[in-house]
């Protein structure tokens, strides 16, 4: 499986950006699909998730202004994200998990100025 993560760049603080996770690989579903993130210094955190049934979970500090999706048919995963603060700013990874196993994509740079 590889994960192949886009849509990055440099944005001013209350603007937005789209992320996208493509998916190739034999495995067409998985039991989660999400977002982390990583800023400079500071431990990977996660973002959002969605699972198999589609729902959705947030971390506290992205509600109500990022929001997870997916299109199954073409096995990809965004994130729009939307107000952005400078405090966003880092690289975000889409990872991907089957029971035990999971998959990171490279990671895609998101930096918010103020």
């Known amino acids: 499986v590889q994960l192949q993560a886009s849509g990055g760049g440099l944005v001013e603080a209350g603007g937005s950006l789209r992320l996208s996770c493509r998916t190739s690989?034999?495995?067409?579903?998985?039991?989660?699909r999400s977002w982390y993130r990583q800023a400079p210094g500071k431990q990977r955190e996660l973002v959002a998730t969605i699972i198999s049934n589609g729902s959705t979970n947030y971390a506290d500090f992205v509600k109500g202004r990022f929001t997870i999706s997916r299109n199954i048919a073409k096995k990809a995963v965004y994130l729009q994200m939307n107000s952005l603060k400078p405090e966003d700013t880092a690289v975000y990874y889409c990872?991907?998990?089957?029971?035990?196993?999971?998959?990171w994509g490279q990671g895609t740079q998101v930096t918010v100025s103020s």
């Open positions: 990872n991907a998990k089957i029971s035990t196993a999971e998959w």
């Open positions: 690989g034999k495995y067409s579903s998985f039991s989660s």
